[in-house]
């Protein structure tokens, strides 16, 4: 049972940065704005995080700075894309083409260090019960927060009158205009909220995942994260579904490796982004699934005509 | 303060030209801020970056090997992003298009023949081509995302690749280094001059960007590309499908991607070997948009981005700067040109807050 146990936990751990990048994007995407720069953050995320829990040695302020770094670093996608109206997907993908270049030149120095680990939270007496003690009561703060922050999400959107106006947003710019909604100040908090999260979830690949920094280690979870908001079709729920089914996968193919089962690791490795094009195939053949609930004003610029 | 935008009636043709000068620009000043920060002149790094490389032969030439992958990879996307079909799986195309077309001089290693590197070219160009196809079929079948299935793809792509030249292609005698025989004389694309490493492969590229400017600006094929890329709904009116131009699009973009790939490995290495990614097809994207999607731009911009790779090995030698600069470089940059561009759209006006309120 204990492997069982340990299993599941290790699926959390690599479920959890999906889920915590994914929730951010749904967000953003939800206002009607495509952030393809996720894997950019993020991995400023994890270099910022890994950083400063090296120099300060506390992983909490390392997840505080890889939030900071992560909406900070979304500003610049914000700046350009609203205030400039450039192009969302070319700009997405120059904020992860600089986020992959800058961290690399940031974490040169860091490379090989031993990072410091944030450890799990193991609540006395109650984590001590057997099988789910260690699963429920027995992880680290970043795996509850992205519980926490995936259920705030989920009633912030669909039970708040702001989260109406952020979807109305999202569905039409310009009737949301009319009604004298700030079109552009929601969709700026909600890239804010965005790159915050996605720092946050390379914050916990590099404080709890892998407590080191290695370039590029990212490895196309933020890509995953994206592909994760459309297999959820813009809905909270399926995107805990869906994070925990590639986290599994992910664990599974290490396993799987483990055994020594007569399979190439390179195959092995390759499972959880073929996984992702089965899923998107899967999904955009069910069209009225998708078509209901994708923001309709996804990916277009808004230039108010006062 | 507030920056307002205000639509031009018509694109500026002052600023089309301008926008790429000004992001560059604005890339030597960031550049040169950067090295006040990392504590060096930057004065001298600037020179050691971007004048230097000019000066030397040696490297005139590295910035032409560099040019050729990154300019014939631009150039298919560039047809591909005029189009509105986000190919940013061009990584993995050149991938795939490198091992397709090291495929017969592998298999059969002893065969030379001036026919094989002429077929080697056709196979790598085919093999990316298929490659891109993947994406495109699925957009088109099923409205999937290509941004994220071509991406997925590239993963796949360096796995194979890695598997193939550490199993099944591996060379026996290749002291357990992964990699493929040396391929024969035959198989090599023949270099330039007589010393140096110029290779017949940037004669190719400024060959398809010429082709490839002709189609977008002369052909009825070009202004369907246009249509549907500015219009889809236009281009149904028209009659333009634009399920085939998918098709077409990646089909292009990927053939180009897999004949960079296949020049890489013909001309530059003379093997498959798992060193072959490096990244060009993402620094692609940078170079497409700097030549504002024009082919004959890009074939500049192709320069350009290589004087940056080049300048980066020469600034990590001579003082000491990473050379994971030239990539933060090369990002800023693209963030520069995406913000000149909207120069071109719209007249970019400073309000002050009081001023609005009246």
């Known amino acids: 049972m204990d492997v069982w146990a340990s299993i599941i936990l290790s699926v959390c751990a690599a479920s959890t940065p999906l889920l915590i990048a994914a929730t951010g994007e749904l967000v953003v995407e939800r206002s009607g704005v495509l952030n393809l720069g996720v894997e950019g953050m993020m991995i400023m995320g994890a270099v910022a995080a890994f950083a400063t829990a090296q120099v300060t040695g506390n992983p909490y302020l390392g997840a505080v700075a890889a939030v900071i770094v992560g909406a900070t670093f979304s500003l610049l996608f914000a700046f350009l894309t609203l205030t400039l109206v450039a192009n969302q997907v070319a700009t997405g993908l120059a904020l992860t083409i600089l986020g992959l270049g800058l961290s690399g030149m940031i974490g040169e120095s860091f490379v090989g260090h031993p990072g410091v680990r944030m450890e799990a939270l193991n609540i006395p007496v109650l984590s001590d019960i057997p099988v789910i003690g260690k699963i429920v009561f027995g992880q680290d703060l970043i795996f509850y927060l992205s519980i926490a922050l995936l259920a705030g999400v989920a009633w912030f959107l669909f039970k708040t ?146 | 303060m507030r920056i307002e935008l205000q639509k031009r009636p018509d694109i500026s043709k002052l600023y089309s030209i301008l926008s790429p000068l000004i992001a560059l620009a604005l890339m030597v000043v960031a550049g040169a801020i950067m090295f006040i920060l990392l504590g060096k002149n930057p004065f001298h790094g600037l020179y050691v970056y971007f004048i230097e490389p000019l000066t030397d032969p040696w490297s005139r030439e590295q910035i032409l090997v560099k040019a050729t992958p990154l300019t014939l990879i631009a150039i298919g996307l560039a047809v591909c992003f005029r189009s509105g079909n986000w190919n940013i799986g061009a990584e993995g195309q050149y991938l795939i298009g490198g091992m397709f077309g090291a495929m017969i001089p592998v298999l059969f290693h002893g065969w030379e023949s001036p026919l094989l590197l002429p077929l080697m070219l056709i196979m790598g160009m085919a093999g990316g081509a298929l490659y891109g196809f993947i994406p495109a079929i699925l957009k088109s079948r099923f409205g999937t995302n290509e941004i994220l299935t071509s991406l997925m793809l590239v993963y796949v792509a360096q796995q194979f690749v890695d598997w193939v030249v550490r199993g099944p292609w591996r060379d026996p005698q290749g002291m357990g280094f992964p990699g493929t025989k040396s391929f024969n004389d035959s198989g090599l694309l023949p270099k330039i001059f007589e010393f140096g490493d110029a290779h017949y492969g940037a004669v190719i590229a400024v060959i398809a960007a010429v082709a490839l400017w002709f189609m977008l600006s002369k052909t009825l094929k070009g202004f369907e590309i246009a249509v549907l890329g500015q219009s889809p709904r236009a281009g149904r009116f028209a009659g333009f499908s634009a399920k085939q131009m998918t098709l077409f699009a990646f089909l292009i973009s990927g053939a180009m991607a897999g004949l960079a790939g296949i020049g890489e490995v013909s001309g530059t290495v003379g093997k498959l070997d798992d060193k072959l990614s490096l990244g060009y097809g993402f620094a692609a994207i940078i170079v497409a948009f700097l030549g504002r999607l024009n082919p004959l731009g890009i074939v500049a911009a192709g320069l350009v981005l290589a004087l940056s790779y080049i300048g980066g090995e020469a600034a990590q030698i001579s003082i000491g700067v990473s050379d994971r600069a030239t990539r933060v470089f090369q990002g800023l940059l693209l963030f520069f040109v995406l913000a000149c561009d909207t120069l071109i759209h719209y007249r970019v006006v400073l309000v002050s807050s009081v001023k609005a309120r009246m």
């Open chain 1, 161 to 306: 009158r702001a989260g109406l106006m952020l979807r109305s947003v999202g569905d039409s710019h310009n009737s949301a205009h009319a009604l004298g909604i700030q079109v552009i100040k929601i969709r700026y908090m909600a890239i804010l909220f965005g790159g915050g999260c996605a720092g946050l979830a390379g914050g916990h690949l590099s404080l709890v995942y892998v407590p080191q920094w290695v370039e590029g280690m990212t490895a196309g979870r933020g890509w995953i994260a994206l592909a994760l908001v459309v297999f959820a079709s813009w809905r909270p729920g399926r995107l805990l579904v869906g994070a925990y089914l590639f986290g599994a996968v992910t664990i599974g193919q290490f396993h799987v490796q483990a055994i020594g089962v007569p399979i190439p690791a390179q195959f092995l490795t390759s499972l959880p982004y073929l996984a992702t094009i089965v899923v998107l195939v899967l999904i955009a053949r069910n069209r009225r699934l998708t078509m209901i609930n994708t923001p309709a004003a996804l990916g277009t610029s808004f230039v108010p005509d006062r």
